[in-house]
């Protein structure tokens, strides 16, 4: 799944459809933004899912300024199985960003996460509706809900909350977020996530080196969703270019 509604990125730099919303209210009704990221290691809700190793990703997103938007993004992955036939994510998703009041901005959207070729019996696609809530210049929070979370039969719900601190006037800023992974139903446990990272912008490169790692992830996560040491801590370099 895209990083963007799981990290909570903050307030317009992290709200892509907020931003353009009021990009296209400057500029006419219909704004369009592509992103390109490359990172060291892909990893979503503390789990990698690149299995270590390095992933391309792209984005397009279309807004209008009543706060509406819709767009596409794709990844490459890789689960570590040779049977799955998966190596890559596409994630088509709707959604309304908009300000509910000074400082205080709204996104709802609902995405469904597909992956094509998969071979059968390794049936992962699913639809997931999530709400983000950025407020007070440097805080988020979001709640992301699935009613079939990786065909497993039953709910997951993440729960997450984010901030990001300006490091005085050099430039860098300060990144820290955690996360709970209900999973209970679907996969008989959940599990928690955590990450601390620094970023910088290097004039149209958004970069961020974080350190992400998970608690709580047992072994019937481990037997009904990925390894423990998928779960691992672990560094990661994020470099995001928009346009």
């Excluded at 309304?96 to 709802?108: F, K």
């Excluded at 469904?112 to 998969?118: C, D, E, L, V």
């Excluded at 601190?165 to 800023?173: E, M, Q, R």
């Amino acid at each position: 799944m895209r990083l963007l509604p799981t990290c909570l990125l903050l307030a317009l730099a992290a709200n892509p459809a907020l931003a353009l919303a009021q990009d296209a209210a400057d500029d006419g009704p219909w704004a369009v933004e592509s992103t390109v990221s490359a990172m060291s290691d892909y990893v979503w809700r503390g789990v990698t899912q690149t299995d270590g190793k390095p992933a391309l990703q792209g984005e397009v997103t279309v807004s209008h300024a009543s706060g509406f938007y819709a767009g596409a993004w794709a990844s490459n992955v890789d689960f570590d199985d040779p049977d799955d036939g998966i190596d890559h994510e596409i994630d088509l998703y709707l959604g309304w960003a908009g300000e509910l009041a000074d400082g205080v901005e709204l996104d709802l959207s609902v995405a469904r996460a597909r992956y094509p070729g998969t071979n059968e019996g390794y049936e992962s696609d699913y639809t997931e509706f999530a709400a983000g809530l950025s407020f007070g210049e440097y805080y988020s929070v979001g709640v992301a809900y699935s009613p079939d979370i990786f065909q497993l039969g039953d709910k997951g719900i993440y729960y997450s909350g984010q901030a990001e601190y300006p490091l005085g006037d050099s430039g860098f800023g300060l990144r820290l977020g955690a996360g709970w992974y209900d999973l209970d139903a679907a996969a008989g446990d959940s599990y928690g996530d955590w990450l601390v990272g620094v970023t910088r912008s290097f004039g149209p490169i958004d970069a961020a080196l974080q350190y992400t790692d998970t608690f709580s992830y047992g072994e019937a996560l481990a037997e009904n969703l990925d390894d423990a040491d998928k779960a691992d801590g672990r560094l990661s370099l994020v470099l995001a270019w928009g346009f």
